[in-house]
């Protein structure tokens, strides 16, 4: 069985200030990681992922995580915050193999000018 | 072509009527999805197909009804929908059934309203 904790509902942070989006997972098996955005009303789009390569990604718009095994964490991270990084983010686990996804309850960034 | 289209993108029916929601995807892939959003909640999974069969379904209520014509194409029929059934409805798709290898494609969800 696998899960994942978002352990912040929302973020706040001043453009061009770092962000930090916190997840921790759970995988009986070899877990394949993602990152997904959702802009309001919109769908959602892939930032990220993480598939037994190396540990730290490099996705979209500047965003990077670190996949750390010893404290089972994937947090996403990026230098520099901009007005458009205001979105939902989710973090997703999925056991390497298998398709089904199982999402995190989703942070909520807010970027103030 | 790298999206997941779907029509329409926005729906408003009655409790008695009948509609389809549709999605398509040009990319070859062969395992397509129906997830339902709630407001302010993760998308939950209803429907799988992997090679145009299903292989999921989540414990969906009968009043929603999948179908996979082809390879690229993938419908939910709505029958007899309840007010609570209101939600975003977004496709997905990936490479194939191993599809955590890659990642999923998303597309722009149509918001179902029922009233």
């Known amino acids: 069985a696998q899960s994942v904790t978002q352990l912040d509902s929302h973020v706040s942070v001043s453009e061009g200030t770092p962000v930090l989006l916190r997840c921790n997972y759970s995988?009986?098996?070899?877990?394949?990681l993602f990152w997904y955005v959702q802009h309001p009303n919109k769908g959602l789009q892939l930032l990220l992922k993480y598939t037994s390569a190396a540990t730290l990604v490099k996705g979209i718009n500047g965003f990077e995580a670190e996949f750390k095994k010893s404290e089972t964490s994937f947090h996403l991270t990026k230098p520099s915050a901009h007005m458009s990084d205001a979105a939902e983010y989710f973090c997703v686990v999925t056991p390497l193999g298998y398709s089904t996804l199982t999402f995190g309850k989703g942070t909520m960034l807010l970027v103030s000018p | 072509d790298t999206e997941v289209t779907q029509t329409p993108k926005h729906l408003v029916m009655g409790m008695t009527n009948k509609k389809s929601l549709k999605c398509e995807q040009h990319m070859g892939h062969r395992a397509m999805y129906w997830y339902k959003q709630k407001a302010k909640k993760p998308p939950e999974l209803m429907f799988v197909y992997s090679y145009e069969k299903l292989s999921i379904n989540e414990s969906v209520p009968s009043r929603f009804s999948p179908e996979c014509p082809n390879s690229s194409l993938l419908n939910l029929h709505l029958h007899a929908l309840q007010p609570e059934d209101s939600a975003l409805y977004l496709c997905?798709?990936?490479?194939?059934?191993?599809?955590?290898?890659?990642?999923?494609?998303f597309g722009s969800g149509t918001r179902l309203t029922v009233v």
């Open positions: 995988s009986s098996y070899s877990p394949s």
């Open positions: 997905a798709s990936s490479q194939d059934w191993t599809g955590a290898n890659y990642g999923y494609t």
